[in-house]
C-alpha cells in the first residue's frame, strides 16, 4: 500500500502543514528543508519543537519516524511521539496511534487501544478514522449492534469523499449486514469509489453490470469498469475481461485478447487464470498465441488515481501511508453446529455460451460470505442464489465455497459441458392425412422398403420409409388402400419383388387408364461400366447383379407392357455404390465412385431419383427417414404445390432441390434429386 518515492515529500509537506502552533520561522524553514528532499534538517526542527511539548510537531515527528523520512524508520518511536501528540488531542496522531494498535506496529496488537484512539478522531470529523473505525467494527464475527455502529461510521466517511469507506458502505449493502441487502445501494456507493479510480470498486462495479444486480444487466457497462481495474492491475478485474473477450457478445470474440488477460491474472498466482489461459490457446493459431505473448510482456499497468492527495491537503490523515489498513482478526467465538451446507443445481450438457449456477446455502450460523470461482456472490433472503456466467467451449469446472460467521466453509463442484451448437434443422412431424388428393380409382402403387439385407450394409430407416409412404399414396396420390401392395425385409426378395409386378400388379392393370406407382427404398448399384442400373431386393449379392438384382430397365418395361396409361417411379437410392451411412456397397480397395450412365425412360415414364448417379444418398436421422424419402413426402403433403393446387414432378423435384442440398451439406454430401421423363406428370391434385 505504501507508496514511498511518490507519498515521502508529500507525507512530509501534510505532516510540516499541520505544525500550526510551531513557530512560523522554524515552520518554514522546516517546510523548505523538505521540499529540498532534506529531511535531516526538517527532523531536527520539529524535533526541537516536539521537545517542547508542540502536538502538532509530535505528531509531525511521529510520521516522519513512520514513514523512514529523515531518520531510520522506527515503529516505536513513532508511536512513542503519536502518543504525546494524540493525548493534547492532535487528530493526525489519534489516527496514527490508532493505526498502530490495530497492525501491531511498534506496540502489541490491541483493537480496544485502537478502538479507542480511532473513536476520538472520528468524532471530531477525521474521515479517516471514521473509515478505519468502521472496519474494526465491521468484522465478520461482530455483533448486529456493531455491524450497525459500522455502516453509520462508513456513511460519514463516504459523505466526505473517502473512497475506501464508499466501497466498503457499498459491500456491507450487498451482504445485508448492519443494514438490510440492497443491491441498488451498493451499486450507488461502488460508482462513487469507482470513480475516484479504487480498482476494487471499480472491478466490482463491472461485476454488478455483468449480473444485472441492483442495476439494469449491461455488459458493456460492465467491460467499461473491468478494464479500468484491470489497466491498473487488479487481478479479478483481468480474469473477467479476458472471459469476456473469450466469449464475445457485449466486444467481439477475440482470442488474442484474452489470452493476454488471462496470462496477466495468473502472473499473479490467480490459478482459475492459468486453466482459463491454457484453454483459449487450444483456439488460437500460432500467429496468434505469439502476439497475445508479446502482449501480456510488454503491458504495464496505468498509474491509480486515487483519493489519497485529496485527504491529504484537507489536513486529514492517511491511514495507508504510515502502516497498512488494519487486518482485523479476532479468537473465533464459541459455538455450536453443523458446517454449513451447500447444494447446487446441475447444469446439463449446453450449446450455450453462459449458464445459470443456481443453489440454496443453509447454516445453523450466518453466512458471511459465498464465492463462485473466487469471485463473491450476493446471497437472497433464504440463502438462495443464481449468478449467470459464461463458459468456454469443453468441459468446466466451477467451484463454489460458502463460508459461515464461524469461519467454516462449504465446498462444492459443478462439471458442465459445453458443445459446438447443433446444425441440425429442426424437422416438423410428418403428416399425410394433411393433404386428400383427387380418387384415382384405376391406379395401382407398389412400395418396397429394404433395410436389412442378407449380405449388404443395411440401408437405414428405410423400411420405415416404406411404412409411411403407405399413407401418401392413398392420401395424396388417391390410390384405393385395396390396390397398394407393401413389401419390406424378407418378404422383399427377388422372387417376391418380380411376383408382385407379374401376379399382383399386371393383372390389376385397366389398359390404358391405370397409373402406376412404384416407391422403392433401399441399395441400388450399377454395372462395372456403368450401364446398367440395379435395385438391390433384400436377397441381393453385390457380387453377382445380373442374377440377384433388378434391373431398373426389366423392371420398367415390365410396367410399361402391362399396358399402364402411365408409370412414376420414387426411387430413393444411389448407383454409385455408398451406403445412406458410412459402409460402401462396392470393396473398400476402390479407388472411386461408380459413375453410373442415365438410361432414357419410355415417354409415359417419370422417374424421381434421391440422387444424381454419382451421388450418394444420405438418411436424416432426426426424422428416421431418408433424405429424399422425408422430402417427398413433405412436398406431398401440399407443400410442393402452387396456387393451382397440383403438384407436377417439375414442381416435386423444384422443392426437393430447395430442401434436399443444404441437409445434405450438413453431412459433408453433395445431394441432389434428379427428374427423369416428363415434368408435367401430375403426381397429386385437389
Known sequence: MRQVTKLSAMAAAVILCLTAMASAQSVEDAVAASTRGDYTTAVRLLRSLAEQGNAEAQGSLGGYYANGLGVSQDYSEAMRWYRKAAEQGNTMAQVGLGNGYASGSGVPKNFTEAYKWYRRAAEQGIAAAQF?????????????????????????AANQGLAHAQYSLGQMYAIGRGVPQDFAETVKWY?????????????????????????????????????????QGFVDAQLSLGRMYTFGGAIPQDFVQAHMWFNLAAANGNQEAVKNRDHTAKFMTPAQLTEAQKLAREWKPKTPSGPWEKFAQTGAANPFDQFDPPKVAAPPKAHAGAAPTLSVKPVATTPSSTIDVAGNVSSKGRITSLQIDGTDVPLQSGGGFSVRRGIPLGESVIRLVATDEWGQSAEAMV??????????????????????GKSRPNAIALIIGIEHYKSAPPAEFAENDARRFYDYATNALGVPASRVKLLTGADAQRVDVEAAILTWLKPQVVKGQSEVFVFFSGHGLASDDGKDLYLLPQDGNRALLDRSALRRKELIDMIVDSGAKSATLFLDTCYSGGTRGKDTLISSARPILVAAKEQAVPPNVTILAAAGNDQLSSSLPQAKHGLFSYFLMKGLEGEAAGSDRTITAAKLEAYLAGKMPSEAAKLGRTQTPQLIGDGNRVISSW
Open 415 to 436: 462439471k458442465v459441458t459445453r458443445i459446438t451448437a447443433s446444425t441440425e434443422t429442426t424437422l416438423a412431424s410428418l403428416s399425410p392425412g394433411h393433404l386428400n
Open 191 to 231: 460508482r462513487k469509489a469507482a470513480e475516484q479510480g479504487l480498482v476494487e470498486a471499480q472491478g466490482s462495479l463491472g461485476a454488478m453490470y455483468s449480473l444485472g444486480n441492483g442495476t439494469t444487466q449491461d455488459y458493456a457497462e460492465s467491460i467499461k469498469w473491468y478494464r479500468k481495474a484491470a489497466e
Open 132 to 156: 478505519n473505525l468502521g472496519i474494526l467494527l465491521a468484522w465478520d464475527q461482530g455483533t448486529s449492534k456493531e455491524h450497525i455502529e459500522a455502516v453509520s461510521w462508513f456513511r460519514k
